[in-house]
């Protein structure tokens, strides 16, 4: 049977388990028969709306934390990208016969996540055990039945354990490794021939989540100078595997090809035979001072912004194209220019600084342009760590962060 035949949604409903799937905003996307069943509600009670409003806490309960700690783990699972196994639960419900009473219940839950094609958390598989029984059955005197529900519960909770602390443990590693690699091939902080430039790379939160984001500075003949950033799809390892090579190849490209736009083709072209290279962006430019002109080229990255003495930011997005390897066959890329002033900025930057899940583009933008115009008069050095401040979220983003500025 091939999975084009099997129903998925008929082998979600028909799961032995309680099954729920949520959205990265905590809403129900689905809930299975068991799930409905054993919680006593309905689709029309659960599907579409947010979880704690659906289970909130039992307010006759001051000592009531099921909501909070289940919150908790839930998060946690967004922001690493890991399966979180929880604690046993109190977690009362409200009785759907009798409005205001409060069932007392106990839950074993376990959390996971499902991973979108950008490797982002897309769902939660909230998945949960009923222990009711097995608690209230601890209080009967020489309950054979206690001891062995009991006695299961443990095991299946050791092992479960056991299986968390090794993932745990290979993600680690693999962080550590990947980190290390990725900081290897990366250019420390240069100045270059004529111009101060600072540099900034903050990885992701999560022992999952280390990406292939990358950033360049080169010199180029006639006194100019080459800045790019680029992004890899996917996380750990691999992704900074290809991170690696694709620097590479674009810092090589740039010295010998006729400006940015030919140095993405050569790029583009290369990145064909590179397994993980499919969709990764990059954005090439070309700083002239004979002509004070900046020369750019995009591969489906966000766009560089030029920050001008007086105040006004100019984002460089007249020369966007797909990213590396969206087309079949071979096609030129654009490329365009602008002129810049002495003193103004050029920053570049990975998507990681200024995309949020569920929000456009556009106001990420807008807040990288309204950070760059409150700290202009910065030095080159403060205004990085103010940017990283104001834009990236107080624990940490889910994406990895490059960040380049040139004073002009």
């Not at 595997?241 to 010998?256: E, K, T």
């Amino acid at each position: 049977m091939t999975d084009a035949e099997i129903d998925y949604a008929g082998v979600f409903q028909a799961l032995p388990g309680m099954v729920a799937l949520l959205t990265p905003d905590l809403v129900y996307a689905d809930a299975n028969q068991e799930f409905l069943r054993m919680s006593g509600r309905t689709r029309g009670q659960v599907v579409g709306r947010y979880l704690f409003d659906v289970f909130p806490d039992n307010p006759n309960d001051d000592a009531a934390n099921g909501m909070r700690n289940l919150q908790a783990s839930l998060l946690r699972v967004l922001a690493t990208g890991e399966r979180d196994a929880m604690a046993l639960q109190r977690y009362d419900v409200e009785s759907v016969e009798r409005p205001g009473e409060w069932e007392e219940r106990y839950w074993s839950p376990v959390n996971a996540p499902v991973l979108g094609p950008d490797g982002r958390v897309a769902l939660l598989v909230h998945r949960v055990e009923e222990v009711t029984e097995l608690i209230k059955a601890r209080g009967t005197p020489g309950s054979t039945r206690a001891r062995v529900l009991e006695a299961e519960l443990y095991t299946r909770a050791r092992e479960l354990q056991e299986v968390n602390e090794r993932l745990r443990d290979a993600h680690a590693r693999e962080r550590e490794v990947a980190l290390a690699l990725q900081e290897a091939m990366l250019p420390a902080p240069v100045d270059t021939t004529r111009h101060h430039a600072a540099v900034r790379y903050r990885p992701a939160v999560g022992s999952l989540n280390v990406c292939g984001d990358w950033y360049d500075l080169v010199d180029l003949p006639g006194g100019r100078i080459g800045v790019a950033v680029g992004d890899v799809v996917g996380h750990g390892l691999r992704a900074a595997g290809v991170m690696g090579q694709l620097r590479s190849a674009l810092s090589a490209a740039s010295r010998v090809a006729e400006g940015p736009a030919k140095a993405l083709e050569v790029l583009g072209l290369y990145a064909r035979f590179v397994d993980g290279a499919e969709s990764a962006t990059a954005v090439e430019t070309a700083v002239d001072w004979a002509t004070r002109t900046i020369a750019y080229s995009s591969a489906g990255h966000p766009p560089p912004a030029l920050l001008h003495t007086d105040g006004t930011v100019e984002f460089l997005d007249q020369a966007t194209d797909p990213p590396l390897g969206a087309r079949p066959e071979h096609v030129s890329r654009p490329e365009a220019a602008t002129a810049f002033g002495e003193g103004d900025t050029l920053v570049l930057y990975t998507d990681g600084l200024v995309e949020r899940r569920h929000e456009d583009i556009d106001t990420g933008l807008g807040r990288l342009a309204a950070s760059l115009v409150r700290h202009r008069e910065a030095d080159l050095e403060t205004l990085a760590d103010a940017l990283l401040l104001d834009l990236l979220p107080p624990g940490g983003a889910t994406d990895d962060t490059a960040l380049v500025l040139v004073r002009l």
